[in-house]
C-alpha cells in the first residue's frame, strides 16, 4: 500500500496513474462539492455548470454552512455522502468537463470502472462520518454555486492535508470494492452452507 | 445532568428535543465508543485500522471542537415511552418535538435534509409533513415520558431491505437474507455499524421492529433467549464475510447485530433490515410527570 500526495487540480494526467486501488492519498489544492442535485441539474436539465472542472477533484457533500454576506458562507460541518447513488454522471463527467477524480464514500459499484479506465480517473474512498476531522482540512469556502440549490450546491473548497484517503477504483481497471464483493461472493457460499 | 421543575410541560419537551437533537450528532454514546475501540483493537487488515484509527481521531475531535460527529443531520426519528398518567397528551408531544426539531436547526444552525418527496424542494428547517418521524410505546401505571431522539443518516436509511419470507424458509432463510443485505450494502451504509432486524407481525411491524432495534445500545441483548441466540449468530457470520470498515475490506463488518420480533401469521414470515451507521446516534431524556428532567446520553 503505497502512500501518495496529489494536488488539484491536476495538470499532469499521468500524476494519477501512479495510483493503484488500495493506495492511500493526501490531497492538497482545491476540491469541489457536488451532488445529486447539482448533477441531475448539468445532465438531466441540461445546464453547464458555471466553474471549471478541468482536471478537477470532486467531493460528494453538502455541507453544514453558516452565511456570512452575499455568496459568502463559514464552514460548520462538512462531510462526504454515498457515492453509489451519483454514478451514471461518472462517463459525462470525465468526458464533457474533464473531471479527473470523484471522492466519496462507500464506492462505486463495477459500472464505474471501464469509463474511469478509459479517462484516466480516480475514484478516492473517504472514511464516511469522519466530518469533524474533514471538516479542519478545508482551509475556506472560496466560491459557491447554484445557491438555490442548498445544501446541494456547487462548491469550491481549498484544502490541506486532505485525507487519508484510499484509493477505491484506479485508472488501470483496478477496483477494492469488486475485489471485496468477490471475495464475500466466495465466502458466503461457505456460510450458507453452514446455516 | 441538570434537573429542573416547571409546570409547562410542552415547553420542557420542546427543550429537549431541541437539546437532543444537536447533543446526539456532537457526542456518541459510551456504548459505541467502546464498540469502536474493541473493534480497532481485533480489526487485522491494514485498510481497516486506518479507518477505524480515522473513525477514532474525528470522535475526538468532534468533542474538543463540539463539532458535529458527520455532517449527516439526519431524519429526526423520536421513540417515546408515554406513560399513561404523563399529563400532556401525545398530540401535543408531537407538537413540542417537532417544535424543537425546527429550533435546533435555525439556532445552531444544522444543515436541513427534509425535502418534498416528489418536488425535492427542501422543506425548511428539518420538519415537514409527516416529520420528524416518532415511534410511540405506552405504558401503563407511570405518569412518565421517555424520548430518545435518533437521527438517521440517509447512507444507512437508504440500506433498508423487507422481504416476505415463506414459513418453508424458516430460520435459515431469514439469515440468509440478513446475509445476502448486509454483504449486497457494502461500504455503503458507513460499515461498522449496528444492524437492525425486525421478525414476524407484518411487512410494516416487521419494518418498525427493525428500527426499533438499531436505537438499542451496543451490548444489549434480546431477553427471549431464541431471539438473543439469533442476533449471536448473525453477529458471527456477518463479520465473516470480509466486507469491512467502510467496505474497504476487513474483519469487523458489523458491530452488533440486534434482533426485535412480534408474532405473526402463520403463513407469514417477514424478514425486515434496518442499517445503522458507525455513527450511531443517539440522546434520551426522562420527563416526570411533574416536569422535572433529565438528559441521559447512553440509554
Known sequence: ?195 | MSAATTTNLAQVVEDAAAHLYVWALKDIPQDLRDALAAARGRETSRTGIRVLETIHRNVEIADEQRNLVCQDTGIAVYYCRVGEGFPLHPARIYAALRAGTERATIEHPLRSNTVHTLTRENTGANVGYRVPIVHWEFVPDWDGLDVKCVPKGSGSENMTFLKMLVPADGVKGIKRFVLDSIVGAGGKPCPPGIVGVGIGGSADYAMHLAKDAISRPVGTRNSDPLVAELEADLYELLNETGIGPMGLGGDVTVLAVHVEHADTHMTLNPVAVNYQCWAARRASAHIAGDGTFDYVRDS
Open chain 1, 1 to 195: 500500500m503505497a502512500q501518495h500526495e496529489v494536488a488539484f487540480p491536476v495538470t499532469d494526467p499521468a500524476e494519477l496513474l501512479k495510483l493503484r486501488a488500495g493506495d492511500e492519498v493526501i490531497v492538497q489544492g482545491h476540491v469541489i462539492g457536488i451532488r445529486d442535485r447539482t448533477q441531475i441539474r448539468i445532465f438531466d436539465q441540461g445546464q453547464e455548470p458555471p466553474m471549471d472542472l478541468a482536471g478537477a477533484f470532486l467531493l460528494h457533500t453538502a455541507p453544514n454552512v453558516r452565511k456570512v454576506g452575499p455568496g459568502r458562507y463559514e464552514k460548520i460541518c462538512i462531510g462526504t455522502t454515498t457515492s453509489a447513488r451519483m454514478v451514471r454522471f461518472t462517463e459525462g463527467l470525465g468526458e464533457r468537463y474533464g473531471v479527473r477524480a470523484i471522492c466519496g464514500k462507500g464506492g462505486f459499484p463495477d459500472e464505474a470502472i471501464e469509463p474511469m479506465q478509459r479517462l484516466g480517473m480516480v475514484y478516492f474512498a473517504i472514511v464516511g462520518g469522519a466530518a469533524a476531522l474533514e471538516t479542519t482540512q478545508i482551509e475556506e469556502i472560496e466560491e459557491v454555486a447554484w445557491e438555490e440549490l442548498m445544501p446541494e450546491c456547487l462548491w469550491k473548497f481549498r484544502v490541506r492535508d486532505f485525507g487519508p484517503l484510499i484509493v477505491g477504483i484506479d485508472a488501470h481497471g483496478g477496483s477494492l470494492y469488486r475485489d471485496v464483493q468477490d471475495r464475500a461472493a466466495r465466502k458466503l457460499e461457505e456460510l450458507y452452507a453452514r446455516l
